[in-house]
Structure formats: structure tokens, C-alpha cells
T-cell receptor, first 112, second 113 residues
Framework: AQRVTQPEKLLSVFKGAPVELKCNYS??????LFWYVQYSRQRLQLLLR??SRESIKGFTADLNKGETSFHLKKPFAQEEDSAMYYC??????????????FGQGTRLTINP | GAGVSQSPSNKVTEKGKDVELRCDPI?????LYWYRQSLGQGLEFLIY????????KSGLPSDRFSAERTGGSVSTLTIQRTQQEDSAVYLC???????????FGPGTRLTVL
């Protein structure tokens, strides 16, 4: 079964501090992993995907297949990073890539 | 339009009533998805449409839930005999095809009293 676990429902850090949002997944194949973000009063939007290997808004995420993790990191948090973050998994392309399986989300609050 | 739109933005209904939620995907997107966002439950996949293929209904929680997509564009999610546990934000998303990035709508907040 496919499962995404975000162990922290709430995470609070001070501005300028490093931030790490944890994501672990369960899947037997080679999935695609994503981070989605929902800012206050805005719609859910893609932040980054592991195949792009990009840094978006200072955030990076590395897929660790050994630990089945895809943690989201930023070295210096900013107040505008406060939002709800969802980790999501898409099964391998030949196995129904259309479905996104989401974690329960982590609400990140950056304190001034 | 610039993005996925949904209507209504808010819907309050009484237990036992039927409701219809509408989604207008981005023009040209062949794939359309419905998700449910419940407090503390994350996002739950409901149903997926791809072109003229039969929809993937594997996520629908009960036979009170149904959805259709007319003309490969607009989709309607219908919930019959609503229950309080149906209260949630219902999100629609679309993508060029199943493998492309999914764009989400603003959601419809459903409250069943």
C-alpha cells in the first residue's frame, strides 16, 4: 500500500533559523515525490518535485530511497514561509501515476 | 480562465439533503481530479477523469458520492443524503495529462448541519 507520513502536524521556528519538514513514504516501487504548499487564503500549489532537483524559494528536498524519506529543508526560514505543507507521492508511471497520495500535512509557523 | 475554478466557494446544507459541487478545469487539461480535505486527515483522493476513458472511482467513500464530467470539461461532484461526516473542503485539480503537474482549484467548503 502507498502511504505518506508527515509526523509533525505543527512546527514552529524562529525567523532565520533552519527548518526541516519531515516526510516518510511507503511504496514498493519507484515513486515520484512532491511537496505542495498552501498559504493562508490561497489554493494548494506545487512547491517542488524530486525529479526537478530544484531549489524553490530557498527550499530543497532530497529523495532518500534507503530511508524512504523526502524531507523538506530551508537553511534560513522567513516569515512568508508560514503555511501548510503537504508531502505527496505519485506511483510509478506504469502503475497509475495519476493518483497523488498525500500526507496529513504540517502547519509551519515562522515566528518573528 | 487563468486557473481551475470551483463553485460554490461555500455550501451549508442540512443532513439528508443532496449537494452538487462544480469544477471548471483549465482549458485543454484532459485530466481532472477530485480530492477531499478534512481537518486532520490530509487530502483524500476521490475520483479521476482522463479524457474519454472510464473514470477511476476507487476513492469514493460510499455510493452516496458520484461525479460526472460532461464534454471532457466541467465536472460535477454530487453527494446524496449528506451526512455530517461529509463536511470538508472538496478540491478539484486538473492537469494536461495524468503525468503532468496538477493545478488545484480554491475548493468548496461543505458544511453539513
Amino acid at each position: 500500500a502507498q502511504r505518506v507520513t508527515q509526523p509533525e502536524k505543527l512546527l514552529s521556528v524562529f525567523k532565520g533559523a533552519p527548518v526541516e519538514l519531515k516526510c516518510n513514504y511507503s511504496y514498493s516501487g519507484s515513486p515520484e515525490l512532491f511537496w505542495y504548499v498552501q498559504y493562508s487564503r490561497q489554493r494548494l500549489q506545487l512547491l517542488l518535485r524530486h525529479i526537478s532537483r530544484e531549489s524553490i524559494k530557498g527550499f530543497t528536498a532530497d529523495l532518500n530511497k534507503g530511508e524512504t524519506s523526502f524531507h523538506l529543508k530551508k537553511p534560513f526560514a522567513q516569515e512568508e514561509d508560514s503555511a501548510m505543507y503537504y508531502c505527496a507521492l505519485s506511483p510509478a508511471r506504469r502503475q497509475g501515476a495519476q493518483k497523488l497520495v498525500f500526507g496529513q500535512g504540517t502547519r509551519l509557523t515562522i515566528n518573528p | 480562465g487563468a486557473g481551475v475554478s470551483q463553485s460554490p466557494s461555500n455550501k451549508v446544507t442540512e443532513k439528508g439533503k443532496d449537494v452538487e459541487l462544480r469544477c471548471d478545469p483549465i482549458s485543454g487539461h484532459t485530466a481532472l481530479y477530485w480530492y477531499r480535505q478534512s481537518l486532520g486527515q490530509g487530502l483524500e483522493f476521490l475520483i479521476y477523469f482522463q479524457g474519454n476513458s472510464a473514470p477511476d472511482k476507487s476513492g469514493l467513500p460510499s455510493d452516496r458520492f458520484s461525479a460526472e464530467r460532461t464534454g471532457g470539461s466541467v465536472s460535477t461532484l454530487t453527494i446524496q443524503r449528506t451526512q455530517q461526516e461529509d463536511s470538508a473542503v472538496y478540491l478539484c485539480a486538473s492537469s494536461l495529462d495524468a503525468l503532468q503537474v496538477k493545478f488545484f482549484g480554491p475548493g468548496t467548503r461543505l458544511t453539513v448541519l
